[in-house]
């Protein structure tokens, strides 16, 4: 199988996280494109440094020439942070003929003109998908998935360490500094924060978010940008009491037509949001942004906002779309050796698949029926959480509804199955699993 050479200039917890990605899921991630991807040299500053994950020594490097210039890399990727000698290293891997995967955002949000341009050139990609909100995957939605439909707006939380903070502080009590100092020693915030509370990272994805949505580019500095300091408990519980959260949102409207004079609007501040909206739910360091297209509508992408893992997903699957490139994927369908290894399979039974359910019952009120019911339940193993009835008038039917306990599929429904044979039983019992925020692929409706 041919092997697709890759340098990484930067090894830190992402560049760690790449390496791991590749090493536990390279024979899939070659199976998919019928290539594989190697990582030939990593640019490092310290060749001796204690790393969460064992590297094989002969990789690293403290020169840059050692990976940019080397002829067998084809792909060069920029996990260093920051603009310079970022920018001309990137630079130079795309004048050398490489193509650039990155997730540096303030260097995108910067230089993004100059960098493009010089891509472009040279018939070369950058592809930068972990450059906003970590591995949630918003920035392949925009540019594939809604590249037919029309991008009116972007309201996105995209800053895990203010998200934190303000969530830290609605559900505490807690002061801006004292959710700060937590955030701090959770891992989720610098020790100077200051990029992150006072909106500057998130004016930065924003302007890559008006880049992909709508193809103009835009000087992060000229987005109307506050932090979230300023935010009291005081401020937090009037919120609470009016109906509200407060977030800290980056907001772009590209409705109606702009050319060179007019351009999109793009804010990020700390907002009031209704607490019943999607965005309010949003908690610790989770990222979230709500896509508003014309045929579409109302669409939206939740995750995990940064770390090693999530950003690190981003950066591979960006990895994995240059080589499928350099392979010719998207040319005349895969190549010959692609998906080689697909096989049939049966899909595992439901019997296992344990959740809390809601049942309705549907009986005649009269004497016995509630405790006919309860002890069918019990006798399958079925423990009830909780359980109430409407009070109809003389004669009218009962709707008893039931919450389970967490319980096996095939314990519910047998259970389910007995209840419907019974002679008060009026109609077929409704059911609704409940989806386990905690085991999201767990159970639905």
Not at 159 to 175: E, F, Q
Not at 313 to 340: H, L, N, Q, T, W
Request: aromatic share 4%.
């Amino acid at each position: 199988m041919r092997s697709i050479h890759i340098g990484m200039l930067g090894l830190g917890n992402v560049g760690q996280g790449v390496l791991r990605i590749l090493a536990e899921n390279g024979a899939a991630i070659s199976n998919r494109i019928a290539a594989n991807p190697v990582i030939s040299r990593v640019l490092v500053r310290e060749l001796d440094k204690a790393r969460a994950l064992e590297v094989d020594p002969a990789l690293l490097t403290l020169e840059p020439s050692d990976v940019i210039d080397d002829p067998n890399v084809r792909v060069v990727v920029e996990l260093i942070g920051g603009i310079e000698p970022a920018r001309s290293y990137v630079l130079r891997a795309l004048e050398a003929g490489k193509h650039v995967v990155t997730a540096n955002k303030a260097l995108l949000a910067e230089c993004g003109e100059e960098l493009f341009a010089a891509a472009a050139a040279r018939g070369l990609d950058i592809y930068f998908e972990g450059s906003v909100a970590g591995g949630i995957p918003v920035l392949r939605a925009l540019r594939e998935g809604l590249a037919s439909d029309r991008i009116d707006r972007v309201i996105g939380i995209v800053n895990g360490t203010s998200n934190y903070i303000l969530d830290a502080m609605t559900r505490t009590g807690a002061s801006y500094e004292q959710a700060l100092a937590a955030a701090q020693a959770a891992g989720f915030a610098e020790a100077d924060p200051t990029l992150d509370v006072e909106g500057g990272d998130a004016a930065h994805k924003l302007a890559l978010l008006a880049l992909v949505s709508v193809g103009v580019r835009v000087d992060p500095d000229r987005i109307h940008t506050e932090g979230i300091t300023r935010v009291r408990p005081f401020d937090i519980r009037s919120a609470h009491e009016l109906g509200y959260v407060i977030k800290s949102l980056a907001i772009g409207n590209f409705g109606g037509d702009f050319g060179e004079s007019v351009g999109p609007q793009l804010r990020v501040h700390p907002t009031f949001v209704p607490r019943d909206h999607i965005l309010a739910g949003v908690r610790g360091s989770y990222n979230a942004v709500e896509v508003s297209s014309r045929a579409l509508g109302q669409s939206m992408y939740y995750g995990k906002g940064a770390g090693m893992m999530p950003t690190g997903v981003a950066v591979v699957s960006d990895i994995i779309e240059v080589c499928r490139d350099i392979v010719g994927f998207s040319e005349g369908g895969p190549p010959p050796g692609a998906f080689r290894e697909i096989r049939p399979v049966e899909l595992a039974p439901l019997d296992d698949l344990e959740c809390e359910n809601y049942l309705c019952v549907h009986v005649p009120n009269v004497p016995g029926v509630l405790g006919k019911v309860a002890s069918c339940l019990g006798r399958h193993g079925v423990s009830i959480k909780r359980m109430n009835q409407d009070t109809p008038g003389p004669g009218e039917p009962i709707d008893m509804v039931i919450m389970t306990e967490r319980t096996a599929e095939a314990k519910v429904r047998a259970a389910v199955a007995e209840v419907d044979t019974f002679d008060l039983a009026l109609m077929p019992t409704h059911r609704f699993r409940i989806l386990d925020a905690d085991d999201p692929v767990g159970a639905g409706a």
